[in-house]
């Protein structure tokens, strides 16, 4: 369905509601939670793409030390596929400890016998320690990221709440 195809008919049905179809508008994720944001009484700031970052740099070289013989060296690239592979374990709603449990149980027969499911275990470890790093690191921040955001969002009532939302993803 094309996005003007989509607008009107959501306008016939705030119509049909008796509600105003005129601010039906698309957004990115990001800016659907700038705008859920903006809803909160006196929230703090949203911690930006750069913060988050820099965060991420400082948790991933803490993970670096904690976890020995990496068989990789820790580039920047690699640290924002990280953060990005954070994002969508915490979007799934998927817990550190949980992730790092489901796959110490998929691995767990071959431990000692494999060196491949031993990289891969220690490259778990690191991780799973580089998330926690970056949790603690942000809930100490002076701003939300998007997941602390979401779960401030469910805790705490808007006083102008959203009634309807579309969502679409791609194909």
């Given at each position: 369905?094309?996005?003007s195809?989509?607008?009107?008919?959501?306008?016939?049905?705030?119509?049909?509601?008796?509600?105003?179809?005129?601010?039906?508008?698309?957004?990115?994720?990001?800016?659907?939670?700038?705008?859920?944001?903006?809803?909160?009484?006196?929230?703090?700031?949203?911690?930006?793409?750069?913060?988050?970052?820099?965060?991420?740099?400082?948790?991933?070289?803490?993970?670096?030390?904690?976890?020995?013989?990496?068989?990789?060296?820790?580039?920047?690239?690699?640290?924002?596929?990280?953060?990005?592979?954070?994002?969508?374990?915490?979007?799934?709603?998927?817990?550190?400890?949980?992730?790092e449990?489901l796959?110490?149980?998929?691995?767990a027969g071959?431990?000692?016998?494999?060196?491949?499911?031993?990289?891969?275990?220690?490259?778990?470890?690191?991780?799973?320690?580089?998330?926690?790093?970056?949790?603690?690191?942000?809930?100490t921040?002076?701003?939300?990221?998007?997941?602390?955001?979401?779960?401030?969002?469910?805790?705490?009532?808007?006083?102008?709440?959203?009634?309807?939302?579309?969502?679409?993803?791609?194909d």
């Open positions: 369905m094309s996005w195809h989509a607008r009107r008919r959501a306008s016939a049905a705030a119509h049909a509601e008796g509600t105003d179809g005129a601010r039906l508008d698309a957004v990115t994720r990001d800016q659907l939670y700038d705008r859920l944001h903006g809803r909160l009484p006196d929230p703090p700031p949203r911690l930006s793409a750069f913060e988050r970052e820099v965060i991420a740099q400082a948790a991933a070289r803490d993970a670096r030390a904690a976890v020995p013989d990496l068989p990789f060296r820790l580039r920047p690239g690699l640290v924002t596929e990280i953060l990005r592979f954070y994002d969508l374990l915490r979007r799934q709603t998927q817990q550190v400890q949980r992730f449990e796959i110490e149980q998929q691995l071959h431990m000692g016998s494999d060196p491949g499911a031993d990289r891969l275990l220690q490259q778990t470890h690191f991780l799973a320690e580089a998330f926690r790093g970056y949790e603690r690191r942000a809930s921040a002076r701003g939300l990221d998007e997941h602390a955001l979401r779960a401030r969002l469910i805790a705490e009532a808007s006083p102008e709440p959203v009634r309807h939302v579309v969502v679409a993803v791609a």
